[in-house]
């Protein structure tokens, strides 16, 4: 008798759009219609007879009364939002009942999200520590039970998506993907290397991303449309109700941007009783359009490369970290084998068009068996299994205990390394932080270093001698106090160096973070010698 396996669920909580689907085995992806008349659920909230309502409830609200985008509340750490009447609404109780209308429909499909084992939950690859949390605090708050454990960052969650799709045989082909996932709310890229196998190694490099995406876009042509109206002699501000004038033109900058993702030309066209008389169509073309975008997809750009670059960070071994900071452009792009599109933005063809052009080598996929936007919640629910770990963000605790109570953490899950603005002037990217007696670390006796994986769970600590090999394993490490502050340093290529207070040095490492294997930027195809120094860090 064949053993039951539960479904993996995946949960998109979206800036725009939310969306539920599961996956059984090698099943076809199943997508819930957890929209009215759509699959998904549009993630709006709104005030309407002094009671919040949200999606398409709220979508038929005045756009004064509804509430946009609540996910960038968290990305921004806004603990409330403000209607255009003025009102303001706890960004926690908006997240909640959304995630609780998801729950509720659903549950009504045939899918209890509270009672799936396997449910995985989406996140921006640039959110901290904090952010994280607080979206499994009000995931849990929605009666749906979680834990960091099943926080999968968007890019990653594409990436795996597009594996499963078929778009390559990946027991036979591999190589190194960019993702390039591009949403409502947020840019996020990832880096990844697939080994091919059956089923095939996954190993995500990094991620990065910026808080600018499909809001920002809209926003760039409404001012463009504001300015159009002024050439016309049209004054916001002298309007009776300039505030929904001007959520009239953002209204119809979205409608725009979505018709010139298929369409060469938009007729935009304005609200009568909202601006007092009748205002010329306006006719918006693709080119203007480009000409708009031009600012946020170069920005995007050095994104890429910054990615590219850290991506090359992981195979620190005969290269110096300089080298690869210096890395030309051309070298960076000839990494890239793949690039997946993901995300609603993915859909405006000067961003194809763009990447083509700044990746002339790579194969560029803008499907998955689904629609662009349909991409993350499809790697959600993807049954495979990958290491979420990726250097731009260890998730471990390093946590300094003494005396019962006494602690200091000294790297949080998920804080960056560092700031990529800071690559051209640091020789070698690290995290680094002191504790001393300013910080209540006592000046005498002795305490000790704990790491915990994000779940809590404790992680064992390998402590390296003098000669590069593993002198013992650790549950935790001795670390004694003194005059001197103790000094912790995170490097990229998975090196901790602990200075304790009587300036004793000890070299560790955490599994399994990271896998460096390889040379210079990308894994060698044959067997690279081994360099003169000892390296600790490479695995044999």
């Not at 998904?40 to 509804?66: C, F, K, Y």
């Not at 009568?272 to 480009?290: C, H, M, N």
Request: proline share 7%; hydrophobic share 40%; charged share 25%.
């Amino acid at each position: 008798m064949a053993r039951h396996r539960p479904p993996a669920v995946g949960l998109d909580f979206g800036t725009t759009t939310s969306l539920v689907a599961r996956r059984k085995g090698s099943e076809p992806l199943d997508l819930l219609p957890i929209g009215m008349t759509r699959r998904w659920l549009p993630s709006l909230a709104g005030r309407q007879d002094g009671h919040l309502v949200v999606g398409e409830d709220a979508d038929t609200l005045s756009t004064t009364n509804v509430i946009r985008s609540i996910k960038r509340a968290i990305t921004f750490d806004q603990s409330t939002v403000t209607l255009g009447s003025g009102e303001k609404l706890s960004r926690d109780e908006v997240v909640v009942a959304l995630l609780r209308t998801i729950a509720e429909r659903s549950a009504e499909r045939g899918l209890p999200l509270g009672r799936q084992r396997d449910l995985r939950i989406g996140c921006p690859a640039m959110w901290r520590r904090e952010q994280r949390h607080l979206l499994l605090d009000l995931v849990r708050e929605a009666g749906i039970d979680v834990d960091a454990a099943n926080l999968v960052e968007e890019p990653v969650a594409a990436g795996l998506a597009w594996l499963g799709s078929g778009a390559i045989d990946a027991t036979r082909v591999g190589g190194r993907l960019l993702v390039f996932d591009m949403g409502g709310g947020t840019l996020d890229i990832a880096v990844l290397d697939i080994e091919p196998g059956d089923p095939p190694s996954v190993r995500v490099l990094t991620s990065a991303g910026m808080p600018a995406a499909g809001d920002a876009l809209d926003e760039a042509i409404a001012e463009d449309l504001t300015a159009e109206l002024g050439k016309q002699g049209v004054d916001i501000l002298a309007l009776k109700r300039p505030d929904a004038a001007r959520d009239n033109i953002l209204e119809q900058a979205r409608e725009a941007k979505v018709l010139l993702s298929t369409e060469e030309r938009a007729r935009v066209v304005f609200r009568r009783v909202v601006f007092g008389a009748q205002i010329p169509p306006v006719s918006y073309d693709r080119e203007r359009l480009d000409e708009v975008f031009r600012p946020q997809l170069e920005h995007a750009e050095q994104k890429l490369w910054d990615a590219l670059r850290l991506a090359r960070l992981t195979h620190v071994r005969n290269s110096s970290v300089s080298t690869i900071l210096k890395t030309p452009l051309d070298d960076l792009a000839a990494d890239v084998d793949h690039v997946l599109l993901a995300g609603g933005m993915s859909r405006i063809p000067a961003v194809r068009r763009r990447l083509a052009e700044l990746l002339p080598n790579a194969t560029i996929h803008d499907s998955v068996g689904v629609a662009a936007d349909e991409t993350v919640v499809a790697g959600l629910a993807d049954t495979g299994e990958a290491d979420p770990i990726n250097l731009y963000r260890p998730c471990f605790d390093f946590t300094l205990f003494w005396d019962g109570d006494g602690r200091f953490p000294l790297y949080e899950a998920y804080t960056p390394l560092f700031e990529t603005y800071q690559l051209a002037s640091m020789n070698e990217p690290s995290y680094v932080i002191r504790a001393g007696h300013r910080q209540g670390v006592p000046q005498q006796r002795q305490g000790e270093l704990r790491v915990f994986s994000s779940t809590g769970v404790p992680v064992n600590i390998e402590r390296f001698g003098r000669d590069g090999t593993v002198q013992d394993v650790l549950e935790k490490l001795p670390v004694k106090f003194g005059h001197r502050d103790v000094t912790f340093r995170l490097y990229t290529d998975g090196r901790v160096i602990v200075m304790d207070g009587a300036g004793h040095s000890h070299t560790l490492r955490v599994e399994p973070w990271p896998v460096i294997e390889g040379a210079g930027s990308r894994p060698a195809d044959q067997p690279v010698p081994e360099p003169t120094v000892p390296y600790p860090f490479n695995k044999p």
